[in-house]
């Protein structure tokens, strides 16, 4: 049976959704939805989808589909959330962050409650082969019982370079006026994926700053997180001189029999068996996309639990809400 499934959204991260979508059998892009028109004509005609709409309550009246993927700036998504479930659709695969305030994401977490309609939140950074490569590591014990971590995560990204804007604002320029910035708009991702790998952690402590001036919320953090037997600092920058553009993850988890060292473009176990793996973070990153969304159709197809549901997702807001509240930025 071929899932009929409706995009709204045709901004930068779209192009993501659409070729994602396009690798997963049985399913039809039916429609697509941007007020934006001609933004959604461009990616209509460029992957095929039969059907454009300004508004995404005519494309849901009009195509009928199945499934909605919300890929729309975070203050629509209660809407569009609420819009599905009216329509009676049997998934909605969106976005994260839920909300862009913690209330928000309760309030529309209650109103799912007794809902035939299943949602699901697109975070896909746990869904990295890289990443998943560590959890399968971790699950067969080659380090042994993971203790302690280190996360760096940095760019010149915010930095200007010369006449021209900050290179971050030119690829995604909806960041220059967020009021919560890297914590809310990068390092959930972080937050997720760490917990997704090592189990629950708590926050013990945030420390909160802003360095560009070409930006309103913070852009630099450090984050204290301990759990069962693990404990780890999270730093991050989008204002880091010498480094890339684009922001790069370095993660080291030690364990009680060894370590694991994400590097660039290595990835290594040290441990009895040792084992040294090149990495194309280009490719792993559509490859994020591809993974969470065939997740999120098996998921529906068999009636299992998503990896990211609202309740797990509300969480980790309620995480960052903590971190915003210790950094001083409430």
């Not at 039916?30 to 990616?43: G, H, K, L, T, Y």
């Amino acid at each position: 049976m071929t899932l009929r499934v409706a995009l709204a959204g045709a901004g930068m991260v779209s192009r993501h959704h659409l070729l994602a979508w396009s690798r997963v059998p049985d399913v039809e892009i039916v429609a697509i939805a941007d007020p934006d028109i001609q933004a959604a004509e461009q990616r209509a005609s460029q992957f095929s989808i039969p059907a454009v709409f300004a508004d995404p309550g005519e494309m849901l009246a009009n195509a009928a589909p199945d499934a909605l993927d919300i890929a729309t700036p975070v203050d629509t998504h209660g809407a569009l959330i609420e819009l599905g479930c009216s329509h009676h659709l049997t998934g909605i695969l969106c976005q994260k962050p839920l909300a862009s305030s913690l209330d928000a994401a309760r309030d529309i977490v209650r109103r799912l409650e007794g809902r035939p309609t299943r949602v699901m939140i697109h975070e896909n950074w746990r869904f990295r082969p890289h990443f998943r490569q560590i959890h399968d590591w971790l699950q067969s014990e080659s380090i042994g019982r993971p203790r302690q971590f280190l996360l760096n995560v940095f760019s010149s990204g915010l930095l200007s370079r010369g006449d021209e804007a900050p290179p971050a604002l030119v690829r995604q320029p909806f960041m220059a006026k967020m009021p919560r910035l890297i914590v809310l708009e990068l390092l959930i991702h972080h937050l997720d994926m760490l917990q997704a790998l090592m189990g629950r952690m708590s926050v013990r402590s945030a420390d909160l700053a802003r360095l560009s001036d070409a930006v309103t919320g913070e852009d630099t953090a450090t984050i204290v997180m301990a759990g069962d037997g693990v404990f780890g600092t999270i730093n991050a920058s989008l204002s880091a001189k010498g480094y890339p553009a684009r922001p790069q993850d370095y993660l080291q988890i030690i364990g009680s029999e060894g370590r694991i060292v994400l590097d660039g473009p290595r990835l290594e176990l040290f441990g009895e068996a040792p084992v040294v793996l090149g990495l194309d973070h280009d490719q792993n990153y559509q490859a994020s996309y591809d993974a969470a969304i065939r997740h999120f159709v098996d998921a529906l197809a068999k009636g299992t639990p998503f990896a990211t549901s609202p309740t797990d997702h509300l969480r980790i807001l309620q995480q960052i809400a903590q971190i915003y509240e210790l950094g001083g930025a409430v």
